[in-house]
């Protein structure tokens, strides 16, 4: 019994803060009415997910959710792994010393605050790039929706390459030194080395971490898509996710119909891709399953 | 040929030096953009652009921030308090929760770890969430909105508190402070806890960043300006700065006063008191941070 006092303060909030939502599902399927109450609102079915089917923004918001993580998983990969490579190959000099904590620091910082630095590079009057890039022609960066995918890229990777290699670096740092000396001792190069035995030896843990990005394919990073655009209307059209969009349906447009149709099917879907991933998973590297 | 191939690393060695000092330089610069930003004199500022190095320099925006230190203060009070509570209370209850299911002995142990790691994998959603919390517990524009939804204890830490526990600790250890008539929360306290304070500092850190940094609770739940963490405050000044954009757009709808919002340069300084606290426990906690990520990926 002591066991259950021990465990009861976080278990009743995950049951709080997990558990009731997922009974609260239910709401996708009705037609809120908060006169009527939660529970006496009427059935619909999947008119909720029908209406917002059918909706422009449903397909803005996928190909956007879809296409950025797409393009984020792919570069993710090619740079984070570049960059623990490289990382590695400057060993343990002063330089590595100071580099390594640059490059993992702007994971650290808050969305809000990375939306303060896009803004200073990016307002129109007074913008670094404007100013000091563009000096002839400024562009109005936050009403021009076809410069927001290379933008967001750019602030992705910022945020996330340094992070992200951390784990590339481990699993290098693991290698067996041996193999790169006796490489060395037959005449290959650096380059060589890196081609033939730390690429390889990587691959486990790449498609590890490929899988897992795939299973959080329909989730975006809602910080990104929300903050670093300013939440500016006219950029919707590049910078909406099914996160940005739940947001906005359910706290600006007061939707609940469309907000929780929305999230219901981010969350099944979610769920259904890991389950997925997971038994990926466990065929290429049983040690690094999930479950 | 040996000194071909010694030839051939130097230069590979320059070659990954320079590119390493270039991504850092792109990680670093934005920051010192902010920094010089917040140093220069406002006319300078809005006459020259942002640039890495100040035009004009000036400690204008943070002497204009120190006569407002009264509402700055305050979002820095709510932050504190707000990171402190959440992050002990949410630690606590994560290694209280943890011991139990370590131990082989307890029947239940399976379940709960199952039950627990269940909402890693399937969530009811933002908007079930967020009508349980307003609409069922009222949290809305009470301090609780910023500690509770989401933050409070995750089933990922849970796990990562009980592998250690499992791993590191001889059964044996437990067995020996039973015999000698301890209780299990005396076992927990006297033994688990003090043995574990790697994974503790682990959880500690990533828990208190993650509190520090959050707005999103904030936007969903609070409105009230005296419960604005330091987050939410510049949340607030942004969408204003964009609010009077778009009514300038718009000829003279302007729905914001001008005189609300703060300059370019005091801006920026706000921005950066916020990131202060991180920067300057940053180079303290960088190395546990990176064991922290590599033990959460292997083990997680």
């Known amino acids: ?267 099944v879907v979610g769920f259904v891709l890991v389950i997925v991933a997971n038994q990926i998973v466990a065929k290429v590297d049983a040690d690094n399953r999930l479950f | 040929m040996k000194n071909r191939l010694m030839g051939s690393e130097k230069t590979f060695f320059i070659i990954a030096c320079v590119l390493v000092v270039i991504f850092a330089l792109f990680c670093l610069l934005p920051v010192v953009l902010v920094i010089s930003a917040s140093l220069t004199d406002e006319r300078a500022l809005v006459a020259d652009g942002y640039r890495l190095i100040p035009s004009k320099f000036s400690f204008a925006s943070y002497t204009y921030l120190w006569r407002q230190r009264s509402m700055i203060g305050r979002a820095y009070m709510i932050s504190i308090i707000v990171t402190l509570v959440g992050t002990v209370l949410g630690v606590i209850f994560t290694a209280m929760c943890a011991y139990p299911l370590s131990r082989s002995s307890f029947r239940w142990r399976n379940i709960f770890t199952f039950l627990i790691f269940f909402t890693m994998l399937f969530n009811g959603g933002v908007v079930s969430s967020y009508i349980i919390w307003s609409r069922g517990f009222h949290i809305k524009n009470t301090i609780f909105a910023l500690i509770f939804p989401n933050y409070l204890v995750g089933a990922f830490n849970i796990i990562l508190v009980k592998n250690y526990y499992q791993n590191n600790i001889p059964a044996s250890l437990i067995e020996a402070a039973k015999l000698d008539g301890a209780t299990e929360p005396q076992i927990f306290t006297k033994i688990m806890l003090p043995l574990s304070k790697p994974v503790i500092v682990t959880i500690t850190m990533f828990s208190s960043l993650a509190y520090w940094n959050d707005w999103t609770n904030g936007l969903y739940y609070i409105n009230k300006k005296e419960l604005f963490s330091v987050q939410l405050m510049l949340n607030e000044i942004q969408q204003n700065v964009m609010l009077l954009r778009t009514a300038n757009d718009r000829l003279g709808a302007a729905s914001v006063n001008v005189a609300d919002i703060p300059s370019n340069g005091v801006r920026m300084a706000i921005a950066l008191i916020a990131l202060l606290p991180i920067m300057i426990i940053f180079p303290f906690i960088q190395k546990e941070l990176i064991k922290g990520v590599v033990i959460g990926a292997v083990k997680g």
């Open chain 1, 1 to 267: 019994m002591p066991f259950f006092g021990l465990m009861a303060p976080a278990l009743i909030y995950i049951f709080i803060n997990n558990y009731l939502p997922m009974f609260g599902v239910f709401i996708a399927f009705k037609n809120i009415n908060y006169s009527k109450g939660i529970f006496g609102s009427d059935w619909i079915g999947f008119k909720n997910f029908e209406f917002l089917f059918k909706t422009k923004d449903a397909y803005i918001m996928l190909r956007n959710t879809l296409g950025y993580n797409l393009l984020f998983i792919v570069l993710g990969i090619v740079l984070s792994v570049s960059l623990a490579i490289l990382m590695n190959e400057i060993g343990k000099t002063l330089l590595a010393k100071i580099a390594q904590p640059i490059i993992i620091f702007p994971n650290m910082i808050s969305m809000v605050i990375v939306a303060y630095i896009g803004f200073a590079f990016l307002n129109s009057q007074t913008g670094f790039i404007n100013k000091s890039i563009l000096p002839g022609s400024p562009i109005s960066w936050y009403s021009k929706a076809q410069y927001w995918p290379y933008i967001l890229t750019v602030v992705h990777i910022w945020k996330v390459t340094g992070y992200g290699s951390i784990i590339y670096m481990a699993s290098i740092g693991g290698i067996d030194k041996e193999l790169f000396e006796a490489a060395r001792v037959d005449g290959a190069s650096r380059w060589r080395q890196i081609l033939h035995i730390t690429l390889p030896l990587l691959k486990p843990t790449v498609i590890i971490m490929v899988l897992m990005s795939i299973s959080k394919i329909f989730n975006s990073d809602f910080g990104l898509f929300y903050q670093v655009p300013m939440n500016s209307g006219v950029l919707y059209k590049t910078t909406q996710t099914i996160d940005t969009y739940v947001y906005r349906a359910l706290m600006e447009q007061s939707d609940i119909g469309m907000s929780s149709a929305a999230s219901l099917f981010q969350s």
